[in-house]
């Protein structure tokens, strides 16, 4: 009986502990969430606040002490997540910078590389142009040079040195000018004409007797030129119908042994023009183009026409020499029927002779 009765006492005690042991249970529970509560409002310095001894060898004895460590580790993961979250935010603002930054480079780069690819393809658009208004201009021609067309109307548009500039007038009237290219005024160079300019192509010593030292005489001088004369004419016939010849005895290095070929038609002058260039004669190479003369008389020097030019072959306006037998001697048409280049013919010859001489003496 007593075991049977002891049994009930037994369990009404394990249950009144089990009450007890319930009570605490919440009571704790209770705490802690208080706890957790204040410590999501209240901040927290984790430095000042010392940490339980977590020695699992040691049982805790007072809740409190557990409690405390609870909250401690709590509030450390509050914090650490705070940290973390932070920091990735930071990281993040960090990331969107470079990648804007980076994004940036990428459309400087293809803008470049649009602009780049841009050019290229003006550039092609233009050269293919070019091509395509050449092959135009190629086929005119040689209609043209068949007699079967007209002369193509690009050509008759000149070339200008520095367009927009005052034109130069020692290249307009003699088609020479000292400066050349490095000329500040403009040079205005028609694409065809009637007259033909062979740059440099008599040359004698003694266009270079300033320079060279060497003595000669006129007659000898005079000579050479008719036998140049002759080759050139013969040559030059093949080509058309000429009108004149004329070379200059100037020494100026942009002037000597110039001479100009005048055509009856711009037909037969760019038929020479095609076939002259980049020829040779006497080991040099021909340089021709077409010349802005049409007049000689504005061209040629009056004063060593009249006897008068004391710039000798430096002088800037042509100082001719005489052709043999007067031959393609003629004058431009703009110079009239009374050409005073014709008239002075004996003249310039005298001249010639008596500049000569000074020179020589
Ligand atoms: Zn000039
Ligand atoms: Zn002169």
Redesign the pocket.
């Given at each position: 009986m007593q075991n049977i009765l002891a049994k009930p006492q037994e369990n009404s005690q394990l249950k009144r502990k089990s009450h007890k042991q319930w009570r605490k249970e919440v009571k704790k529970l209770r705490r802690k969430k208080i706890r957790q509560k204040e410590a999501q409002t209240k901040p927290m310095i984790l430095e000042d606040i010392p940490l339980p001894d977590s020695d699992d060898s040691i049982e805790p004895e007072d809740s409190e002490q557990r409690l405390l460590g609870e909250e401690l580790w709590l509030r450390r993961e509050l914090i650490a997540q705070k940290v973390f979250r932070e920091q990735k935010r930071k990281k993040e603002e960090i990331e969107a910078v470079k990648k804007a930054e980076k994004d940036k480079i990428q459309r400087e780069f293809e803008l470049r590389e649009q602009r780049y690819q841009d050019k290229i393809n003006e550039k092609k658009r233009l050269e293919e142009e070019a091509q395509r208004e050449w092959d135009i201009v190629q086929e005119q021609l040689t209609n043209f040079l068949e007699n079967k067309g007209r002369v193509p109307e690009k050509l008759l548009v000149p070339l200008e040195s520095n367009p927009g500039k005052e034109e130069c007038s020692f290249f307009l009237k003699t088609n020479c000018c000292r400066h050349d290219l490095k000329c500040l005024r403009n040079h205005k160079r028609p694409q065809i004409s009637k007259v033909l300019l062979l740059k440099n192509f008599y040359s004698h010593i003694s266009l270079e007797r300033a320079e060279t030292g060497i003595e000669f005489t006129y007659h000898d001088v005079l000579n050479d030129y008719y036998q140049f004369f002759e080759d050139i004419s013969e040559e030059l016939e093949k080509f058309g119908e000429i009108i004149n010849i004329r070379t200059c005895g100037n020494t100026g290095i942009h002037m000597r042994g110039n001479v100009f070929v005048e055509f009856e038609s711009m037909r037969n002058a760019m038929n020479a023009y095609i076939n002259l260039n980049g020829r040779f004669y006497a080991g040099k190479q021909i340089n021709a183009e077409f010349s802005t003369i049409t007049s000689w008389k504005a061209a040629v020097?009056g004063?060593?026409l009249h006897k008068k030019?004391h710039?000798g072959g430096s002088?800037n306006?042509l100082?001719l020499f005489p052709n043999p037998r007067n031959k393609y001697s003629q004058p431009c048409k703009g110079d009239g029927r009374t050409d005073s280049i014709r008239s002075h013919k004996g003249c310039e010859f005298l001249l010639l002779i008596i500049v000569f001489y000074l020179n020589l003496f």
């Open positions: 020097c004063l060593a030019c710039k002088c306006f100082h």
